[in-house]
């Protein structure tokens, strides 16, 4: 439970999930560090280090996480990994003598660090994949279905619902991919000491044994070494994962942002899920913010500075190793991967829930899409004999009249404007404008290519 009278993170309990935040709670870390040393035990008994009856003993007490204890000497040794190397040998009578024979704290801390990496990118995935089917669905739904697009927040030509949506699970599903590569990448430091050279293991069990031993802990810890490492496992890796991250939130930041656009009264095509009893505005009863959306965006920019961090974190580890990059992990990691925890939470809540006003959607055609059959007009009439130039100005001058009209609240008046145009009558027939100013002819490939899409995610994720 929170400490309600003293600071609390807001990822302490209002953002991110139970199991994300367990991820990175102070017990599991700690577990993991045993984990590791009952690992280095291990392989160090089969190298003869070891007895039998203190790997017992080890194994018997790995999960006895005492946090109260490891503060308590912590707050007179001022160094948290020996605190917890401290309490784990108070419980271990027979094994705790032999903890931590041969390693230095990052072979313990790094490759910890790298396993939970791995378990919280593995559940991002997860949340991820569950995201792009239920995309996948809205898809297919509206791939039909037309809108009006808008360039530089202007109306444009139509499009359909569904391409606007595959537009963001296109940028997702990339997201996936090379979110998926990094995963079957990470690779912890290995076990190699001070400086990388493992020369204290090389002194316990000789240096020509030194590839063996690495590998079997490898296999023990189901984790790959880096082959190359200095007293931590190269910061690059931060930045990459972070940076993935962060790419990840952008792509949720734009959907985001064009859903508050989107959700605005004057288009009020499409709104995020709203509550029977939710509160709008403490001033304002009518009110019917985009909270979530706004929640995402807020977090997501949040997390665009933090491979900034991760970048000078790789850049400045000076010579074999400074210190100057562990206060700031100890943050920006888990709060990078608690974000994109909330941000997939939230769009996953958002599109399953997606509210879609087709009244709102018709509006919008019946005022704005009358305007981009101009250019297929003049394209029809220029086929039949007319001068492209001549018809380019008449058109242009029934569209300024009609967006008068328009603009004062009135219905758009181009369709009719352009039959009674002689001009244009005597080269088109009034069924042919009536069918070139048919919004669902011209949408070109969208719905096909929106339709591929979601079929493309499920022939990957399911």
């Not at 959607?361 to 004999?385: C, S």
Request: hydrophobic share 45%.
């Amino acid at each position: 439970m929170p400490e309600y009278n003293n600071y609390q993170s807001p990822f302490t309990w209002r953002y991110a999930s139970p199991e994300m935040r367990a991820l990175w709670s102070e017990e599991h870390k700690r577990l993991l560090w045993r984990q590791i040393w009952v690992a280095l035990a291990k392989a160090q008994s089969e190298f003869g280090l070891v007895t039998t009856d203190q790997l017992a003993d080890l194994e018997a007490h790995v999960a006895e996480i005492d946090v109260t204890r490891a503060l308590e000497i912590e707050s007179e040794i001022h160094h948290d990994l020996m605190a917890e190397l401290k309490t784990f040998a108070e419980q271990c009578p027979l094994g705790g003598g032999i903890l931590h024979l041969g390693a230095t704290s990052m072979d313990v801390e790094d490759n910890a660090d790298v396993l939970r990496l791995r378990e919280a990118l593995n559940l991002v995935l997860g949340r991820l994949k569950e995201l792009l089917l239920v995309f996948a669905q809205k898809i297919e739904s509206t791939a039909e279905l037309p809108v009006m697009a808008f360039t530089h927040i202007q109306p444009a030509e139509p499009t359909t619902l569904g391409y606007r949506l595959a537009s963001y699970a296109q940028d997702l599903l990339e997201d996936w991919i090379h979110s998926t590569a990094i995963y079957a990448n990470l690779r912890g430091k290995g076990f190699k000491g001070a400086v990388g050279t493992a020369a204290a293991y090389g002194d316990l069990i000789g240096v020509e044994q030194l590839e063996i031993f690495e590998a079997r802990l490898s296999q023990l810890l189901n984790l790959p070494f880096y082959p190359i490492a200095t007293q931590t496992y190269p910061r690059k890796q931060d930045f990459e994962i972070v940076s993935a991250l962060a790419g990840l939130g952008g792509s949720l930041y734009k959907l985001a942002f064009d859903l508050r656009l989107l959700q605005s009264p004057p288009i009020g095509e499409i709104s995020e899920p709203f509550g029977k009893k939710q509160v709008g505005s403490s001033a304002m009863p009518f009110k019917r913010n985009p909270i979530n959306a706004e929640k995402i965006d807020s977090l997501a920019r949040a997390l665009s500075v933090m491979p900034q961090i991760a970048w000078g974190n790789a850049a400045h580890s000076l010579l074999e190793r400074t210190l100057d990059d562990s206060a700031n992990r100890r943050t920006m990691l888990p709060e990078a991967f608690l974000i994109v925890d909330e941000l997939l939470k939230t769009a996953l809540r958002i599109i399953d829930g997606l509210n879609i006003h087709e009244a709102s959607i018709q509006k919008n055609l019946d005022a704005y899409a009358p305007f981009a059959a101009t250019e297929r007009i003049m394209m029809a009439a220029v086929k039949t004999g007319a001068d492209r130039q001549d018809m380019h100005e008449r058109l242009r001058e029934h569209a300024l009249a009609a967006w008068q009209d328009v603009q004062m609240g009135l219905p758009n008046p181009l369709k009719q404007r352009i039959k009674q145009d002689d001009s244009i009558s005597k080269m088109l027939s009034e069924e042919e404008i009536e069918k070139l100013f048919d919004v669902s002819s011209y949408v070109g490939s969208a719905p096909q290519r929106a339709r591929d899409l979601a079929s493309r995610i499920r022939n990957m994720l399911e």
